[in-house]
């Protein structure tokens, strides 16, 4: 069974600070997903990362896939207060029927204090 | 172009009612994916759905629980005899054909059962 392992699990900074987190696998990634929630909400797609060693940016986000695809950081510069939720990596499994069901690690609380 | 759209947003039942929860996916969007997040825990996988046909029900519990997806119309959750155990967020996702791994989240139902 795929096991994704977030970590840290929380994380509470100032505002202007950097901060990485990190999701792992047990196995390779066919593809990973990474999720912002917020509280009452639905998660919200980020990116999607696909080959290994790719390294893709939204603003001061910098999502990296790791060359074996078994791990994926975020690291976020600069945060701000609006960066606060919870971050969810996730992987979409293919199996015998074709299916693309996500599963998701527990997540990353992030809280950024102005 | 509207998003993923879920109603009610807020529902709230009694041991032994009957809880519907609907989800109307993205324009263009075929596949729809039913996901529960239970308090401290994270987003599980429970149904994956085509147009009038269940793809993958692995994470459905066995009784009380069925999905659809009909041809016209809202997909839909369904709860029967709901118990305590059920309250919890349910999460619709909907995918474009040929991309599930790129899954667009719906705000959430949050059911409580007294």
């Known amino acids: 069974t795929q096991l994704l392992e977030q970590s840290p699990q929380f994380l509470s900074i100032q505002e202007g600070e950097n901060l990485t987190v990190y999701c792992n696998s047990s196995?390779?990634?066919?593809?990973l997903q990474w999720y912002r929630q917020e509280p009452g909400e639905g998660p919200v797609l980020l990116v999607t990362?696909?080959?290994?060693?790719e390294v893709k940016k939204l603003k001061r986000l910098t999502f990296q896939f790791g060359d074996a695809r078994k791990d994926s950081s975020l690291h976020i510069t600069a945060a701000q207060p609006g960066d606060t939720g919870l971050y969810l990596c996730?992987?979409?499994?293919?199996?015998?029927?074709?299916?693309?069901?996500?599963?998701f690690g527990q997540g990353t609380t992030l809280q950024v204090k102005p | 172009n509207a998003g993923v759209m879920q109603n009610p947003r807020h529902l709230v039942r009694r041991r032994g009612q009957e809880a519907r929860l609907r989800c109307s996916p993205m324009?263009?969007?075929?596949?729809v994916y039913w996901y529960r997040q239970l308090p401290e825990e994270g987003l599980k996988f429970m149904v994956y759905?085509?147009?009038?046909?269940?793809?993958?029900e692995s994470g459905m519990p066995k009784e009380r629980f069925s999905a659809e997806f009909p041809k016209e119309g809202p997909s839909i959750l369904r709860i029967q005899q709901v118990v305590r155990g059920d309250s919890a967020a349910y999460f619709c996702?909907?995918?474009?054909?040929?991309?599930?791994?790129?899954?667009?989240f719906g705000p959430g139902t949050r059911l409580l059962v007294l």
């Open positions: 996702a909907s995918s474009p054909p040929a991309r599930e791994e790129t899954q667009y």
């Open positions: 196995s390779v990634f066919s593809s």
């Open positions: 990362v696909v080959t290994g060693g």
């Open positions: 996730a992987e979409s499994i293919h199996g015998s029927s074709n299916t693309g069901k996500l599963i």
């Open positions: 324009k263009g969007h075929s596949h």
């Open positions: 759905l085509q147009k009038e046909n269940i793809i993958d």
